[in-house]
């Protein structure tokens, strides 16, 4: 690519290498068109850099000490210590080596990279700044564009993330001596992750959530293990409370958080509560980022959230000018915007590609992790499904056990008449790998019977899932049936 | 295809050996060309494709 | 029960509580059979008591010490003590609570429970012989049985299992310190599960092994990082020896091994091999239990092996006696047995069950995991196909590089033409749990297409199985296609 103030043209122009932007990339290059992508800040987006990597990979290093910490029943003792910037530098050497994976296959399958931010000047036209280096900027003109600029997390009043106490979870995972105290500002899946994280190297943890429950948008019986475990890590919560505002205290910071639902004119007025600790994350919620790269310019609008909507080939209401990943609406997840992604791109091409899926598997990364698939029980009664559901609880999985973690259980939900599988629920251990096989037998249309007689290995999680099938054929061999 | 070998879910290999259709005789209509249940329903109406009741007596071939 | 020498009659008597033998009881009381479930020793059999259950306990708990141990990369510094008596009490109790739930179970689903030994008195009548507490023996008379009498250890001259230091799996799984040295014989998946384990809480370990490489049957690069593993762990091999007799030395034992193929008069005698260890443990394969119930008297024959032959409706040769599980010939897998014993239990009820599964999956618990189901590539050409293979390597896993473990790959063989999935071989971590995906596809008779296009969560490891669809399809995101 030559820089300066030249224009160059491009079929395929990408703005953001998230896993919605780079995949969308590769597969362009895989389709032999001639795609650029756009990339201000780093290879991968949020997720390989500041998200679901850097999260996993301290989720699973704290694991591995605390287990060992709390494993005297199994006639283990030990007593690990945690040199959190060694931590760290380990995350992001397996940040760098998926980022620059990134960075070769795209270059490998023929992707133009471009440092630099986009601009949208008109419909078929971009403006590339190159900031540092004093580069200036460059035109490029296109034929199709992929809008996949990603999500930032939102700021609550008062709580701003350039002041030092005060972190965004791109901050939180980068720390790099374990805090002693951490208030945590909400239960969602990112800060119950990082709350767990830290719980685990044994920071007290406070979560102030606004609502009455951790993991809203969750059935409670999901919810509860991994509200146990939380409270056995010591992780207290206080629910109700949002966080009003901050100030400087002697080691760190003191929270004020008022009750949530305060109903104007109420005679007592409740106290405020006030907790202190040395830093303290908000982690309430994301938000699109489609406010910074001129998309009026090109006529593509967005909704009142600031999302931009597509329809089912990932077009926005301009023809030729694609949207995937967070910048297009919930659920906010890396392997949805690959989808998309790679959606827009085939389309592009020319194949008949679109978003069809039957069920987007989620996954929450607490200890237990929850992971979910299509249809809840409650959701297929609503689509007008008599739903028989069937569960089976990993108290009674010999693997589950053997691994000293027999918490949670795995439910699916199935059509009354013919058994076809609508969805799944699972908590418990490796909930996240479990939920593929429930995927693809969704996705396959496959029945109950189906998943019940497809021999499962002894001993496995995976038989937990054979048996939620039978459970709900009323055959389970391993627990009662009812 | 080799050894006959059909792609067929259990649900539709169970009702045919219910219904004593052979399945290596039926198309598929399923995705990929998959045995459906239907399929094995449909060639129990017809009566034709149905070929030979599977025999009651043991087979040979072990797991 | 009334025991004593009385004769009682019973619709479907079962000889054996293994997996094979309490499935099928537990099924049959599903089923509203009247079922009487003979066993001996201990319910849940070799698996529960002293096979699957046991040592995935211990190589779960060594694993749990040895990762914390080395895991200074990631910035955890602990030096774990290792209680194995402590270990092997808390193994004990999840056995404990696996077979008390298992005898619960049968109960709850009516099934005849019967202490003793079983012997055929001729094709309709066991006698039952119940030793201790001299209670006698007594008759049964049946209309169906069910033999599921399991496997033993082979045992081979010189090294008898009474001698204190030669163990069997069961005794290994049972010692209450660590020993200094051991010397294994056999690199079947038994000696080389148990080589980890006692590797991992720092016994010295050499392997003898007839042959010239471990885990005979698999191939040779899914072998080879499970070698590499084992070296590292200071595993010491010696392949291409027998083990021909022991001798008791200063601290345990020297173990004196020939030569394997050494043909006879070979001019230059080549030099035993000399071992000194703690113990030595023997574990060279398994073999029926089949010539100890006077299966004559019933008629029921056995092959050459001493395995009893069956159809696909689990049939002997005598037709109201069916055989499942160990017994009945390989694979020795208890979720095999399992199958089988549902089948017998479902074809004596009138139902239209068959063995007629597509795919089996075989796992080896060693480090990393290996797990296969359906046919390798060497099998499918011998088959006649003309298969394509696709291969993802974890090293390209975000969610492996977060474990700190990312050696393997996933490996995925189909049809060529239409692409139906017909066998999957994984080498690296939860092998064990990603292939319960790929078994499903098999037996719904999944495309490559189908996997590939079902959405996989991010970041896990069951993205490398629709990766390694995507990469026999030509369009794998995370890696070079051919
Ligand atoms: C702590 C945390 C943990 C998470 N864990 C998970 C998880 O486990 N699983 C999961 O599925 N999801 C997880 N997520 C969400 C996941 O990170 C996002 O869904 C995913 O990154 C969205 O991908 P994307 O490509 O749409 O956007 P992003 O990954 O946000 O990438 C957008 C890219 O566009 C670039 N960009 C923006 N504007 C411009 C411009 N004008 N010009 C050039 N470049 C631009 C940005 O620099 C960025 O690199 C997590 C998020 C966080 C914060
Ligand atoms: C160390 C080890 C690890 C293993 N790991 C795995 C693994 O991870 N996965 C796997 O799939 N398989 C594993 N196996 C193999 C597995 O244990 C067997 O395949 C399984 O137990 C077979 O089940 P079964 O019911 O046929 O027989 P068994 O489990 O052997 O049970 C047979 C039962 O019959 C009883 N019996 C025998 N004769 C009589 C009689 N005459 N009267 C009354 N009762 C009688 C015995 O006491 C016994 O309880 C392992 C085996 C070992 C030794």
Known sequence: ?482 | PPRNRVFVPPRARRLARETGIDLSSLEGSGPGGRITPADVRAALDDGTAGVARESRSPETNPA
Chains 1, 3 share one sequence.
């Open chain 1, 1 to 482: 690519m030559v820089v300066g103030d030249v224009t160059t043209g491009t079929d395929v122009l990408i703005v953001g290498a998230g896993p919605a932007g780079y995949v969308a990339a590769i597969r362009a290059g895989q389709l032999d068109l001639d795609v650029t992508l756009v990339e201000k800040d780093a290879y991968g987006g949020t997720c390989l850099n500041h998200g679901c990597i850097p999260s996993k990979a301290l989720i699973t290093a704290t694991d591995v000490a605390h287990e060992a910490a709390n494993a005297e029943e199994m006639g283990i003792h030990a007593d690990p210590a945690i040199d959190l910037s060694g931590m760290v530098a380990w995350k992001d050497d397996v940040v760098d080596q998926l980022t620059s994976g990134v960075e070769k296959l795209c270059k490998a399958n023929q992707v133009n990279l471009l440092e630099g931010t986009a601009t949208f000047a008109d419909e078929n036209t971009v403006r590339v700044s190159h900031d540092g280096e004093g580069q200036g900027s460059e035109t490029i003109e296109f034929e199709h564009a992929i809008v996949s600029t990603g999500s930032r997390p939102v700021e609550i009043p008062n709580f701003d993330f350039d002041d030092d106490p005060v972190l965004d979870s791109r901050q939180a995972l980068s720390l790099t001596s374990v805090p002693d105290s951490l208030v945590v500002v909400g239960a969602g899946y990112i800060g119950m992750e990082l709350a767990s994280v830290f719980a685990k190297v044994d920071t007290d943890v406070t979560v102030i959530e606004m609502l009455e429950s951790i993991l809203p948008g969750y059935d409670d019986d999901l919810k509860r293990p991994v509200k146990q475990r939380a409270t056995e890590l010591g992780i207290e919560f206080e629910f109700g409370y949002t966080a009003a505002e901050w100030r400087e205290a002697d080691d760190g910071v003191r929270v004020v958080a008022e009750p949530a639902d305060r109903t104007a004119g109420d005679d007592e007025e409740p106290d405020p509560l006030e907790l202190e600790a040395e830093a303290v994350l908000v982690a309430v919620g994301r938000e699109p980022v489609s406010d910074t790269l001129d998309l009026e310019a090109a006529g593509v609008e967005t909704n009142d959230r600031g999302f931009i909507e597509t329809d089912s080939r990932a077009r926005t209401n301009v023809d030729h000018i694609f949207a995937a990943g967070d910048v297009a609406g919930e659920p906010m997840l890396a392997h949805k915007g690959s989808m998309e992604g790679q959606v827009a791109t085939e389309v592009i091409a020319g194949e008949p590609a679109a978003i069809d899926y039957q069920a987007m598997p989620a996954v929450v990364f607490t200890d237990p992790e929850i992971a979910t698939v299509g249809l809840t029980e409650t959701e297929a009664k609503e689509a007008g499904f008599d739903p028989v559901v069937g569960q089976f609880p990993f108290r009674a999985s010999g693997r589950a056990l053997t691994t000293g973690d027999a918490e949670g259980f795995v439910s699916v939900v199935a059509t009354e008449s013919k058994g076809y599988l609508l969805g799944a629920s699972i908590v418990g251990p490796e909930a996240s790998e479990l939920v593929a096989e429930l995927g693809l037998a969704i996705e396959l249309g496959a029945t109950l019977e189906d998943v019940a007689s497809t021999v499962h290995a002894h001993p496995t999680l995976s038989e937990s899932v054979m048996e939620a099938a039978e459970n709900a054929l009323g055959r389970a061999i391993h627990t009662l049936n009812r």
